[in-house]
């Protein structure tokens, strides 16, 4: 069983930054494929980065040289870097993680971009 517990979330004005951390339980974090979803009231939820164990990353083209996600396996963390933020990046957010073919989320973590 594996739980992911998000933080970091709030509001803030269009232009600034924020980061997100997730802590990851369970023993297999090392080898789990992670990453951040994000979803708007009246919307799908999206993928907004992913990071697989050999290194890759996938961003979505909406947040690509905006957001930075990066992981700690040491301490079993995924982090997400969110500069230049903008009104359209308000959604809450969700850790995810894929591990031996079963999907984990966390709860989510609101992020208001608003002046």
């Known amino acids: 069983q594996v739980q992911l517990v998000e933080s970091g979330g709030g509001l803030v004005q269009p232009g600034g930054s924020l980061r997100l951390s997730c802590a990851a339980s369970?023993?297999?974090?090392?080898?789990?494929?992670v990453g951040w979803y994000r979803q708007s009231p009246g919307k799908q939820r999206e993928s907004v980065a992913l990071?697989?164990?050999?290194?890759?990353?996938n961003y979505a083209d909406s947040v690509k040289g905006r957001f930075t996600i990066s992981r700690d396996n040491a301490k079993k963390t995924v982090n997400l870097q969110m500069n230049s933020l903008k009104p359209e990046d308000t959604a809450v957010y969700y850790c995810y993680s894929r591990i031996m073919g079963t999907d984990y989320w966390g709860q989510g973590t609101q992020v208001t971009v608003s002046s």
């Open positions: 990071l697989t164990t050999g290194g890759r990353i």
């Open positions: 369970g023993s297999l974090f090392s080898i789990a494929y």
